[in-house]
């Protein structure tokens, strides 16, 4: 497979200047490395990005992540391998890559209360900016077809 062009992101030189912003300033919010590829992971899975699920797979092993944290992040709910925090970032994951699923108000405040319970200001903020850039980058990719195991940069 191969993808229909090179990937915007790359293609108008001012794209991949904010993107790397963007992944800048999730930096700064102290997401430890594993969480941030555990959060890629999901959205990338859920929006059928598999150019993003290679990567975060491959990501996450070279992290040091257990076999089963990476083959459980589909089913995080049953699996037993994540912490109450890591469930809390998951959940929010879900809730905004999946927008339009709900009926009701997108982030709950029961949600959002158990997020906070977990992460300080800087590290919401950098989840959030993760989960929308991560859905930006799926969005790309699946317009594009890019393949899984390509590389950018």
């Known amino acids: 497979m191969q993808a229909r062009m090179k990937n915007p992101a790359f293609v108008l030189p001012d794209g991949i200047k904010g993107i790397g912003s ?68 998951l959940r929010l994951t879900e809730a905004v890559t999946r927008l339009a699923d709900r009926s009701e108000e997108p982030v709950p405040d029961g949600l959002w209360d158990e997020v906070a319970d977990h992460f300080d200001e800087e590290e919401v903020a950098a989840l959030l900016l993760l989960i929308g850039v991560t859905n930006l980058f799926n969005r790309l990719n699946s317009a594009i077809r890019e393949p899984a195991g390509t590389t950018w940069g």
Do not use: M
Not at 72 to 84: G, H, I, L
């Open 22 to 89: 963007l992944f800048r300033a999730v930096e700064q919010g102290g997401i430890p490395e594993e969480l941030q590829e555990l959060i890629g992971l999901r959205a990338s899975q859920i929006n059928g990005c598999s150019a993003c699920v290679h990567a975060h797979v491959q990501n996450l092993a070279k992290a040091g992540a257990s076999a089963e944290r990476i083959a459980s992040a589909a089913a995080w709910r049953e699996a037993p391998f994540y912490t109450d925090a890591e469930r809390a970032a």
